[in-house]
């Protein structure tokens, strides 16, 4: 049986860098090495790519970089090649590439824009395609989408940086605070404010636009956030759901990553039936917003048991300690099956089968 190169893509221009570095690690350390041959390529804060051959180690306390078995590297955009290209002083050497896992989060990674480089090379890719990447990463516009497919989704209303502020914040009254002020493209809770009164609702606003051209604000759901792993092209798997157990506030950045306050159930504190409804409502959602390969799916569960989109993660944190793997062990799959499993779902899609 042939050993499959994969390109495993890391780093990346997205303030969610050192959390890929965790993720692509934890990715790296499980292949199976008998049937996967990783090749790790880097790619700096300033958008450099380097294929790297060091210790894999140095990537999760962000010295990969300094390393000299570093080569400056690129992909060939020819379609058919799939070959990532290294740059040797005035020599060009080629390694083949029989798929591409990037394990990269925010813009510039988990948005279409590398998923689009990809598709258009022909090359397998691992993990959701450009347009559902994009969707995804799209509040807005996912949840118009998710809303069309007959899914509950937040009150909300979109803020350009020329939009009256006064006016904004009658819209917000309308909502009824608090209510949460979101960049309508980012990722891991970057520039999102849980905002109480109307007094805070401009510095919020401001504190968005440091991330995307554009706001969403919407409602509060009362209840609890819940996520649910989906695995799957046609067939689809889901692991555990999960419960977000919140002190105060909300699942933002530090908690997400430090779970100081807060806690993670998995499985979810909830009845079979809530917990089989939910799995099927992820499902619904997966399919909406043309998921393949994996994501997490993020939705409310309201006191009188509504379930209400969140949001979807096309690149979900891949840990060992993140909610999408451990949603999958709670239903039986290791961290190995389900880095194997995503392979073979993005060669099953591309080639109609596993190499031999």
Known sequence: MKQITIAVIFGGCSSEYSISLESAHAVITHMNRERYRPLPVGITREGRWLAYFGETGKIADDTWHQDESCIPAAYSPDRGDHSLLLFRGQETDRISIDAVFPVLHGKNGEDGTIQGLF???GTPLIGCGTLSSALCMDKDRAH??????????PRSFIL???DDPDEAVCRAEELGFPVFVKPVKAGSSYGITKVPSPEFFGPAVAEAFLHDDQVIVEETIPGFET???VMGNEELI?????????QDGFFDFTEKYNLITSSIHVPARITPEQSQKLKDTAKRIYRALGCSGFARVD???????RIVFNEVNTIPGFTAHSRFPNMMKAAGMTFDEIISRAVELALEKQTGGILQ
């Open 160 to 162: 350009g940086r020329t």
């Open 227 to 229: 996520g649910c792993a």
């Open 238 to 246: 889901t692991g555990e759901i999960d419960e977000i157990e919140l």
């Open 299 to 305: 939705m409310f569960l309201t006191p009188e048991g």
């Open 144 to 153: 118009r989408l998710v809303s069309s497919a007959g899914v509950d989704v």
């Open 119 to 121: 598709e258009l090379t």
